[in-house]
């Protein structure tokens, strides 16, 4: 079961129990960006892998949609000399008020096709609520 891990500026962190944000396997980060109420989230998305690609040249990434409110991209990190091996899925939505952005990553080497589809399955599934 996931606990909450920490706030901060940049967005809500959850981790599994028995895990930290210091110290964590897995990770769900949520983000909201009020300011982006007018940008794409292909075009937020770009940026964010933009970045990813600049602070590690090991990731590879590649959309897996993209839509005019939504953006959903998968990356994954091996062989870094700075970072573990991992994976991770970020989807971008486009909301009322802005973006909000719902990132999950793994510590592993090897991610299982099973448990990939069951996260890429619940990031496809997540709403924004209409109280946002």
Not at 70 to 96: F, T, Y
Request: include cysteine; charged fraction near 20%.
């Amino acid at each position: 079961s996931w606990t909450f891990g920490s706030q901060t500026r940049m967005g809500t962190f959850l981790v599994p129990k028995g895990q930290t944000v210091q110290n964590w396997r897995e990770l769900i980060t949520l983000q909201f960006y009020p300011n982006f109420k007018k940008t794409p989230p292909k075009e937020f998305m770009n940026h964010f892998l933009a970045h990813l690609h600049k602070n590690e040249p090991a990731v590879k990434s590649k959309y897996i949609s993209s839509s005019f409110d939504n953006a959903l991209a998968e990356w994954n990190i091996s062989n870094s000399k700075r970072c573990p091996n991992q994976h991770g899925l970020d989807r971008v939505m486009k909301g009322p008020q802005g973006l909000h952005v719902i990132h999950y990553a793994i510590k592993t080497n090897n991610w299982s096709q099973t448990d990939r589809n069951k996260w890429l399955n619940i990031l496809n599934k997540a709403k924004i609520s209409k109280a946002q």
